[in-house]
């Protein structure tokens, strides 16, 4: 009897299989599916007002992209894009694809110099070049298989508003934003970026910050940040 229940289940599963992985994307999916997104950030956006601040930010982002491209293969056939906007409530980002999108008003909050430029470009490149999206979303499907049973762009949207999910997440975010600051730091420095320098950024980010101290489940502190960032550049420096 019990063989016979295992067998019926294998059947079912076999039959279920194609169905109740509907949410799983592929990293082709989330990638074209980031492209429409960027479209419409860009479409509602003014972008690019400032020629001189863009003109800035590409030619920093250009030897980023081509390092990351030697770095990482499989985005060198990526139709990268840079674009900068005055929206305050922006910060920068890479979305999937090689999607930049950096505000003109937190680089000026920050005061940041190139260095210190590159090495926040170099953190969103990073998010893009290690899949950060496509591995949230295998760990979404892990941590909570539910999930597998709705659609991909039910989950896109539960990734950043379901309380509950987020919750499971928090660790796998944590995680990849001390990976986005280690490996964007030696991306940069292997573009040639001085990694003491590259640093500098996190200072600036942990001075401006109202509470440098305090980490959230999913977001080291800036003051962890600035620390780990002294610790990578003192160890690429002995190299
Ligand atoms: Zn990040």
Request: glycine share 2%; charged share 25%.
């Amino acid at each position: 009897m019990a063989r016979i229940t295992t067998l019926s289940r294998f059947a079912l599963w076999l039959l279920l299989a194609p169905l109740a992985h509907a949410a799983a994307p592929t990293q082709d999916e989330v990638v074209a599916r980031a492209a429409v997104l960027y479209a419409d950030r860009l479409a509602e956006r003014i972008i690019d007002h400032d020629a001189y601040f863009t003109a800035r930010v590409r030619r920093i982002a250009d030897v980023l992209i081509a390092q990351a491209r030697r770095d990482y293969p499989d985005t060198a056939n990526w139709a990268w894009e840079v674009h900068t906007t005055d929206d305050p409530d922006q910060n920068a980002d890479c979305m999937a694809g090689g999607k930049i999108l950096v505000s003109k008003a937190y680089v000026e909050r920050l005061l940041l110099n190139d260095d210190e430029l590159a090495m926040l470009l170099a953190h969103e490149i990073e998010h893009a070049a290690l899949h950060h999206n496509w591995h949230e979303y295998q760990a979404a499907l892990r941590l909570d298989p539910a999930w597998e049973q709705r659609s991909f762009l039910e989950l896109e949207h539960a990734v950043d508003h379901d309380r509950t999910l987020m919750a499971k997440l928090a660790a796998t975010n944590y995680a990849q934003e001390e990976a986005a600051d280690r490996e964007g730091l030696k991306l940069a420095w292997r573009a040639g970026w001085p990694a003491e320098r590259l640093s500098g950024y996190f200072r600036k980010m942990m001075r401006a910050s109202d509470s440098p101290r305090l980490s959230k489940a999913d977001y080291p502190s800036p003051t962890q940040r600035w620390r780990a960032a002294q610790a990578v550049a003192a160890d690429l420096q002995k190299k």
